[in-house]
């Protein structure tokens, strides 16, 4: 069974960092890609970013320039570096990692307040 645990959410003031990680259960090449999606109160779940096997790397239009998805293949993480944070970033983060099936993290809250 393929685990994935994303961990670094927390309250952050607008124009602030966070990171995010992504731990996987087993090599990170064994999945085609591993990436981040996003669900904010009363919205829909949306892409964030993703990065491939080949370390291809796409971003939804709202975070490019802000956010980068990074991966480290000694320790089977995936890393999301947010920066400029708005208060549209507040959302719960899941991490995903995809094959034959995809399996999700449980989520990790992300709040941008002041």
């Known amino acids: 069974q393929v685990q994935v645990v994303e961990s670094g959410g927390g309250l952050v003031q607008p124009g602030g960092s966070l990171r995010l990680s992504c731990a996987a259960s087993r090599s990170i090449f064994s999945f085609n890609a591993m990436g981040w999606y996003r669900q904010a109160p009363g919205k829909e779940r949306e892409p964030v970013a993703m990065i491939t096997i080949d370390g291809n790397t796409h971003y939804a239009d709202s975070v490019k320039g802000r956010f980068t998805i990074s991966r480290d293949n000694a320790k089977n993480t995936v890393y999301l570096q947010m920066n400029s944070l708005s208060l549209e970033d507040t959302a719960i983060y899941y991490c995903?990692?995809?094959?034959?099936?995809?399996?999700w993290g449980q989520g990790t809250q992300v709040t941008v307040s002041s």
């Open positions: 995903y990692a995809a094959m034959s099936s995809t399996y």
